[in-house]
């Protein structure tokens, strides 16, 4: 088995939804520190003189690679781990996915420089408010609130209106709206001191559910499924039309596809 | 500052202590050493993991005016998720981005949570109206003693209500009630701020005064015209969901003066200058006639067959004989047959050859071609016209009515209306409710056609001082939605006692007495709400599915039925008792509580469908309030097609009108009110066309607040595809988002320029600039793109409150915006044959100066 996505670019229209529920399922907190924690998020580019201006945008999301270089730069915790046993925070499952263990993890964000993965920076810059770039890990940082906006106690107007803590309290839940899925490696809401990223939604997809990304998806761009499996639709799409892969040149071999093109004008 | 767990661990690494210093990590023990590399890709099972437990419950969104059918996943009584309906025909288990929106404001910390108490009797932007907390039952005490001092004095027609968003039910409860109740004729609607302007194209020509429908699964030509359906204006997730395949089978032409979404997946972008769209919809139509491609079946033909029609040359009438239409030929001798494409391109900036490929796409694919008009081709000053001649298009290659074209409202399901008010009016009220001063339609220089100008309701209150003594509006945010926004501002810094039914603190707020807290009904509320799309209308339930956080409550039904016990309780019975007829149609109960009231509200309203004796047209049977609740939702029969050819049109011919008589009519009687000439009405209204003109769809030169000599560049507004309307920017998913809108920075607000006019004016990307129209400047970071024209500017409505939440704001305690508001800078103008708000068409100049 190996689980991968294709995402039609033809399709696509750059709203946004994919990256909400992304936010909504997996309970992201919001960025801060040059850390996104959007473990789905967007390339956008706009080329050419006016009037004959495209613009272009392309989901991104962790590509799951075959060939990772986030878990050969992994430290990893072999002492936690004990003497002979898989140590590496970062791992591939047999299903593909490339998983995340914050037990094992230091937070060290070495999974974030150039050598850890292409696709993610260190510290996110004003580039990434503009879609230029963007980051598949984010990091927890030792010592920092996981949920800084709700535990936050102060309030716009004190007595009037509320504070994220206090809605939390109200709630019931540490975030509010918490999408409280259970067990697992990645948990459903990380603690300091730990990278996070995308777990190709584990908690459903081992349980039948497509990922939240593509389930959500109102104009179905994105298909999920075992390329492995000559029947599964992405094999088909896959064998059918031309496709391509971020950064391929890096030799990662991503299990993020791409077909189509986003502008008939390109 | 505080190390970074990688910032220490390399600070500690280059000084050869790795991991020294105490951590988790207990790195002073000696290291076992690293297993094999290659071992670590071998894979290892993940331990297993289930995702969260709860229900899915049908609600309604209310996000933008397509109120989608969606249900929201409960957990633990908390909204988390968010998905279509999925049995909904509209949007097919799908919302689009605002949908996921929904729990984040429902959640947002800086709510009111309780009804406020202003305590400081200054009001003004930036004054701190220095809000204490206080009980419901204080609160409602409060406003039921101020609205029966009005009585009392015989004078409730000094009571203003404004309704802001509303459910297209519950809102007869309040709009419908209160005013005729109490006793005022001083009560509007937002709506003349939203896209009124655009009804007047299908009203005028086939006597539709609504918005309507495009059977984009079959269409092979789309024209969206002046909106952006892949982000706002209407059915958004079906547009997305239907757009790539019309791409892949068809054309798809986009009308826009900015790179919109829709522009950027579309074949052909037409970037129109703004407010020059009636010269283009005529050049099409021009080619349409000329090289005969207009649609025989709908339109008719020459008698012998021969096209006469051509370039510069009059056609006599009687050559052409029409079949579902009228006005043809006078349409083209009075208009036409000089608007060719070579005239459009010196107006409206597209070139003549790209006018006449799209004018043969659109025929070569008619009927199926269907041309989506919004609010960017008609809310601006003489905006009627335009909305005429875009629509008229689809007149002219008959996509009226038919398979892949443009429709009407299907029917819907049959719902209750509320019974009469009729025996609760007492005299007072009667008197009171004859009161207009405030309402500036049906005035000579307004004719307001189509709806009451709210927007002019400040203007109309500093002529009559003293017209209002207290205000009430329900999910309204004038201040900052309404153009010549600080005009609210004053007006409502004198007015004496207003009471302000919100969620946030915004702006309008700012200015209130009382502040009562309300629901977010898509979570929070009771309701049944209505809407069509993809050729069905239905109905969906709201059902307060989750446990409320805040002291919120329903506006339309809780509110009000608190309201009426206190009026009754002092003396004032009439609401109380009225609400006493809105029974469970169940067990034939009056409400004893207002949420009650609330739920007795939506199950009245709906009764028919889940209590009806016979199979009603439509979906399968329901039974049962529970099992309405349930499912959520009801569609009534798929649309009829060609339902008004054969001269069932709704106009003065009962034909499609290209000569609008319906419109000859409306305005003559205007007139006839006014003892004038329709020639004067038009002048004193600001329309160039005078005579038989007037009449038929044709262009009006742009009008344009401010010289272009002192404000070189025209200002395009357009809306974010995160726009709960103006109420989302307190999220800080909008703000982390919102480079969805194309050319925008998440966290920022950004006017757009063409980088050749950045390089004459010495601009680059970044720069803090300040706008300055006639009406106000704000200030705003720059960002130079192709997406824009030189010569215009754009920049996204949204942005730049100085209220609502500390998200939206830069500072909230000191009213210091995020960016800047469009409203602030766009002068409060209007399209006087409609009576709605000018927010588009390049009616406002613009100069750009470093900050």
Redesign the interface.
């Known amino acids: 088995m190996k689980l991968g996505m294709v995402i039609?670019l033809?399709?696509c229209?750059?709203?946004?939804?994919c990256?909400?529920?992304c936010?909504?399922?997996n309970n992201t907190r919001?960025?801060a520190?040059g850390q996104?924690h959007?473990w789905a998020d967007?390339l956008?580019h706009?080329?050419?003189?006016?009037?004959n201006?495209?613009?272009?945008?392309i989901p991104v999301l962790c590509n799951h690679c075959d060939e990772p270089p986030c878990?050969?730069i992994?430290p990893?915790?072999?002492?936690?781990a004990?003497?002979?046993?898989?140590?590496?925070a970062l791992?591939?499952?047999?299903e593909?996915?490339t998983?995340h263990n914050p037990e094992l993890c230091?937070?060290?964000?070495?999974c974030q420089t150039k050598n850890g993965c292409p696709y993610s920076h260190?510290k996110l810059d004003g580039k990434?408010?503009?879609?230029e770039t963007y980051s598949v890990i984010s990091?927890n940082?030792?010592?920092d609130e996981p949920q800084p906006?709700w535990a936050?106690k102060t309030?716009?107007?004190p007595?009037?209106?509320?504070?994220?803590a206090?809605?939390a309290a109200?709630?019931?839940?540490r975030v509010?709206?918490?999408?409280?899925?259970?067990?697992?490696?990645t948990k459903?809401i990380r603690s300091d001191?730990v990278i996070e990223k995308c777990t190709f939604c584990?908690?459903?997809v081992?349980?039948g559910?497509q990922p939240a990304c593509v389930?959500?998806?109102?104009?179905?761009a994105r298909i999920f499924g075992d390329q492995q499996d000559p029947n599964s639709k992405i094999s088909q799409i896959l064998k059918k039309e031309k496709s391509f892969r971020l950064q391929e040149e890096k030799g990662t071999k991503p299990n993020v596809h791409y077909v189509g093109k986003?502008?008939?004008?390109a | 500052m505080?190390l970074?767990?990688?910032e220490?661990?390399r600070a500690s690494a280059a000084s050869a202590v790795w991991m020294l210093g105490g951590?988790?990590?207990?790195a002073d023990?000696p290291?076992?050493?690293?297993?094999p590399?290659k071992?670590?890709?071998?894979?290892?099972?993940?331990?297993?993991?289930?995702?969260?437990?709860g229900e899915w419950v049908a609600s309604t969104c209310q996000g933008c005016t397509q109120w989608c059918a969606i249900q929201l996943?409960v957990?633990?009584?908390?909204?988390?998720?968010?998905?279509g309906n999925e049995i909904s025909k509209s949007?097919?288990g799908?919302?689009?981005?605002r949908?996921?929106?929904i729990?984040?404001q429902?959640?947002?910390?800086?709510?009111?949570?309780?009804p406020?108490k202003r305590t400081n009797p200054m009001k003004g932007r930036g004054i701190d109206p220095k809000?204490?907390?206080i009980s419901w039952d204080e609160a409602i005490t409060a406003v039921a003693d101020k609205m029966l001092e009005l009585r009392n004095a015989g004078e409730p027609e000094k009571l203003l209500y404004m309704r802001g968003r509303y459910s297209p039910t519950s809102t007869d409860l309040l709009y419908g009630t209160l005013p005729k109740v109490f006793g005022t004729g001083n009560y509007f609607s937002h709506s003349a701020l939203c896209a009124e302007a655009e009804k007047m194209g299908p009203g005028l020509t086939q006597g539709f005064f609504g918005y309507r429908d495009y059977d984009l699964e079959k269409t092979n030509c789309l024209v969206v015209w002046g909106c952006d359906p892949?982000?706002s204006n209407r059915q958004?997730?079906n547009t997305?969901?239907r757009?790539?395949e019309i791409?892949?089978r068809g054309t798809?032409i986009a009308v826009d003066p900015r790179?919109s979404?829709a522009a950027?997946?579309?074949?052909e972008?037409l970037?129109v200058l703004p407010g020059t769209d009636g010269a283009l919809a005529g050049a099409l139509a021009h080619v349409l006639l000329t090289e005969g491609l207009w649609n025989r079946e709908f339109v008719g033909d020459f008698k012998d067959g021969k096209n006469l029609f051509v370039a510069g040359s009059m056609v006599a009438e009687d050559t052409f004989v029409e079949k579902e239409t009228s006005g043809l030929v006078k349409w083209w001798n009075l208009e036409l047959k000089d608007r060719t494409p070579a005239f459009a391109a010196k107006e409206c900036g597209i070139p003549a050859d790209q006018i006449l490929r799209v004018a043969r796409a659109m025929g070569k694919a008619a009927p199926k071609t269907a041309v989506w008009m919004g609010p960017g081709a008609a809310m601006w000053p003489r905006g009627t016209y335009a909305a005429m001649a875009v629509h008229a298009l689809n007149g002219l290659v008959g996509s009226i009515d038919v398979e892949g074209g443009v429709w009407e409202s299907p029917s819907g399901p049959p719902l209750a209306k509320f019974p009469s008010t009729d025996k609760f009016i007492d005299e007072v009220a009667k008197k009171g409710y004859k009161n207009h001063a405030t309402n500036s339609r049906g005035h000579k220089d307004m004719p307001g056609l189509q709806v009451a100008p709210v927007n002019d309701v400040p203007n109309q209150m500093l002529k009559n001082p003293g017209a209002i003594k207290m205000v009430i509006s329900s999910w309204s945010n004038f201040n900052h939605s309404a153009t010549g926004a600080d005009r609210w501002n004053q007006v409502l810094s004198k007015v004496p006692f207003f009471v302000h039914m919100v969620t946030?603190?915004s702006e309008m707020s700012q200015f209130a007495d009382i502040v009562l807290p309300s629901t977010h009904n898509s979570s929070e509320g009771w309701s049944i709400v209505t809407n069509m799309s993809n050729g069905y209308a239905y109905a969906s339930i709201q059902q307060n599915p989750i446990?409320r956080?805040?002291e919120g409550k329903q506006e339309e039904t809780e509110v009000m039925w608190l309201l009426a016990q206190k009026l009754k309780a002092k003396g004032f019975p009439n609401l109380a008792d009225y609400y006493d007829l809105i029974k469970d149609p169940e067990t034939g109960k009056s409400a004893t509580s207002e949420l009650e009231f609330s739920e007795f509200a939506a199950k009245f309203t709906s009764a028919p469908i889940w209590m009806a004796k016979e199979p009603l047209k439509g979906d399968a049977p329901i039974n049962g309030w529970a099992a309405f609740k349930a499912k959520g939702m009801f569609h009534g029969p798929r649309y009829t097609l060609k339902k008004n050819w054969g001269g069932k049109f709704k106009t003065e011919t009962k034909k499609f009108e290209f000569y609008s008589a319906t419109l000859k009519k409306k305005l003559t009687d205007h007139a006839k009110k006014h003892e004038t000439t329709t020639d004067d009405i038009l002048t004193v209204s600001g329309y160039t066309a005078r005579g038989d003109l007037a009449f038929v769809p044709h262009y009006e030169v742009p009008k344009r607040h401010g010289s272009v000599e002192e404000f070189p560049f025209t200002f395009i507004d357009y809306k974010s595809?995160?726009n709960r309307e103006g109420r989302s920017q307190n999220l800080?998913?909008y703000q982390?988002?919102k480079?969805?809108d194309?050319?925008d920075?998440?966290?920022?607000d950004v006017v757009k320029m063409?980088p050749a006019d950045g390089a004459k004016l010495g601009l680059k990307t970044g720069d803090k600039v300040t706008i300055t129209s006639q009406a106000g400047s704000i200030t705003v970071d720059l960002k130079l793109?192709?997406?824009?024209?030189?010569g215009t500017v754009a920049k996204c409505y949204g942005q730049g409150h100085w209220a609502y939440?500390?998200v939206a704001t830069k500072d909230?305690?000191k009213s210091v915006p995020l960016g800047g508001n469009n409203n602030e800078i766009l002068v409060d103008d209007y399209d006087r044959l409609s009576g709605a708000t000018a927010r588009n068409g390049g009616f406002t100049g613009v100069r750009i100066t470093k900050a």
């Open positions: 039609d033809s399709r229209v750059g709203c946004g939804a990256a909400f529920a936010k909504t399922e919001n960025r520190n996104s959007n967007f956008m706009s080329e050419g003189t006016f009037p201006t495209r613009h272009m945008v878990i050969k992994c990893g915790n072999p002492e936690k004990g003497k002979g046993k898989p140590y590496k791992f591939k499952t047999p593909g996915i998983m230091v937070g060290c964000g070495d260190e990434s408010l503009t879609g990091l940082a030792a010592e906006f936050d309030s716009a107007i007595g009037c209106t509320s504070s994220g206090e809605v109200k709630a019931g839940a509010p709206a918490m999408n409280d899925w259970q067990g697992g490696e459903a001191d584990y908690h459903r081992s349980n559910l389930e959500v998806c109102p104009s179905q986003y502008s008939p004008r | 505080k970074t767990r990688r220490f661990i951590s988790a990590l207990a023990k290291k076992p050493k690293p297993m590399f071992n670590a890709l071998i894979p290892r099972k993940a331990r297993p993991s289930t995702p969260a437990k996943y957990s633990g009584g908390r909204a988390t998720r968010v998905r949007n097919h799908y919302v689009c981005p949908g996921h929106l729990p984040q429902t959640y947002d910390p800086d709510r009111v949570k309780v406020l809000f204490v907390p892949l982000a958004v997730p997305i969901h757009f790539h791409v892949a798809v790179l979404n950027a997946k579309a074949h972008w970037p946030n603190p446990k956080v805040f595809r995160l800080p998913w982390e988002f480079k969805v194309p050319g920075v998440s966290w920022g063409n793109w192709e997406g824009v024209r030189p939440g500390r909230y305690a």
